[in-house]
């Protein structure tokens, strides 16, 4: 569903979504639903503090089904418009279904590839930079 109308429709959203400031978002909305979601989820208490990397398979996909919920009903915060990005799980499920296998930044010598790795996956993970991440230029190191 990578289309350049699908991009639009999704960028658009940035301008037409519910108004919302950036402190009411994080403090209020993100605080609450968050909430609400481990609650519906049962995953309130579930860190063993003994063996905190999680091996039950069922737990992980109350979590995953848990962050698509979150995701669908928080939607994104953006910063710019301070409007709020809304999401149905549908979409949710068609991006990740459609990502692509890797990702290349950068050129030459200094470029790096994101690959996509699976869950039990014994390849490296590949860290990249801030990007999506707002940060002010005074901190942002090369």
């Known amino acids: 569903m990578t289309t350049l109308p699908h991009l639009i429709k999704m960028l658009g959203r940035a301008n037409t979504g519910p108004v ?6 994080d403090m209020q909305v993100i605080n ?7 609650a ?5 208490k579930t860190c063993d503090k003994e ?3 999680n091996t039950d398979d069922g737990l992980a996909d109350r979590f995953w089904e848990a962050g698509v919920d979150l995701a669908a009903q928080t939607g994104l915060h953006c910063i710019s ?3 709020v990005i809304q999401f149905s799980e549908e979409e949710i499920a068609d991006a990740i279904a459609d990502q692509p296998s890797e990702v290349r930044y950068g050129l030459g010598k200094d ?3 994101r ?8 390849t490296v993970p590949t ?9 002010s230029e005074d901190l942002y190191v090369d």
């Open 51 to 53: 063996n905190p990397v």
């Open 111 to 113: 470029q790096i590839i």
């Open 20 to 25: 919302m400031e950036q402190e009411e978002w």
């Open 127 to 135: 860290f990249t930079s801030i990007i999506g991440s707002p940060m």
């Open 81 to 83: 418009t301070e409007r």
């Open 115 to 122: 690959r996509r790795r699976k869950p039990e996956e014994n």
């Open 32 to 38: 609450s639903k968050t909430k609400e979601v481990i």
């Open 40 to 44: 519906k989820h049962s995953l309130k």
